[in-house]
């Protein structure tokens, strides 16, 4: 069975932490993804990765940053949490057209 | 800004009846469009995908029909179960960019 792994399902953070959200995947993917959800504004896109050590931008990179050094690991960092940063984020891996998503980890930052 | 947008940010229906949920989109390049399932407290889950160059698709239960000249894409459930309650997203990739690109999302419920 394919698996999108994320470290944490919950976290509480204090503002100004940097902090660490992690993705393993087993399936040897290429593409790896980091989106926020939020109600009524869906999955936004913050960081993709097509390559070990490659990244590019997505549609709210602001605040974060990524990290790609083993092809199985992406992660995901706050360099400084904000209270608005508090969210939903979800890491997924594709090949093809289908992505395969982790179960979440649901962040937030007082 | 959003490419793909969804029309109807909940959708309640009979058991057993079909389900109709819509999607708009504006980026004329996207590879394949996708439609993705969101049970709570669960990541999306891939239902099924539609190339660009196509018109329908079908899947078990479900059929995805794409229309280039409104820029529409719907998702047609038969004989809705509560089982399929859920939030509904659709999804463009675009190859050339590697981007999957998801809507709004459309919460279904099913009615007893």
């Known amino acids: 069975d394919v698996k999108v792994t994320q470290s944490s399902r919950y976290l509480v953070k204090r503002t100004g932490e940097k902090v660490f959200l992690e993705c393993v995947q087993d399936m040897d993917h290429e593409n790896m993804f980091w989106y926020r959800q939020d109600p009524g504004l869906g999955l936004r896109l913050i960081y993709f990765s097509y390559d070990v050590k490659m990244k590019e931008k997505g549609d709210i990179p602001e605040g974060y940053s990524v990290s790609r050094e083993k092809k199985e690991r992406f992660s995901l960092i706050l360099e400084s949490a904000s209270t608005n940063q508090t969210s939903m984020y979800l890491c997924a891996s594709r090949v093809t057209s289908e992505a395969f998503f982790g179960q979440g980890t649901r962040l937030t930052v007082v | 800004g959003e490419s793909v947008g969804l029309h109807l940010p909940t959708l309640s229906v009979q058991e057993g009846d079909n389900s109709i949920i819509n999607c708009a989109y504006s980026n004329s390049a996207s590879d394949y469009f996708i439609w993705y399932k969101q049970e709570s407290g669960k990541g999306p889950q891939f239902i099924i995908d539609i190339r660009s160059n196509m018109d329908k698709r079908q899947g078990q239960r479900v059929t995805v029909l794409l229309n280039k000249t409104v820029k529409h894409l719907s998702l047609q459930i038969a004989a809705t179960q509560p089982g399929d309650s859920a939030v509904y997203f659709c999804?463009?990739?675009?190859?050339?960019?590697?981007?999957?690109?998801f809507g709004s999302g459309t919460q279904l419920t099913v009615l007893p």
């Open positions: 999804a463009e990739f675009r190859g050339s960019a590697r981007q999957l690109t």
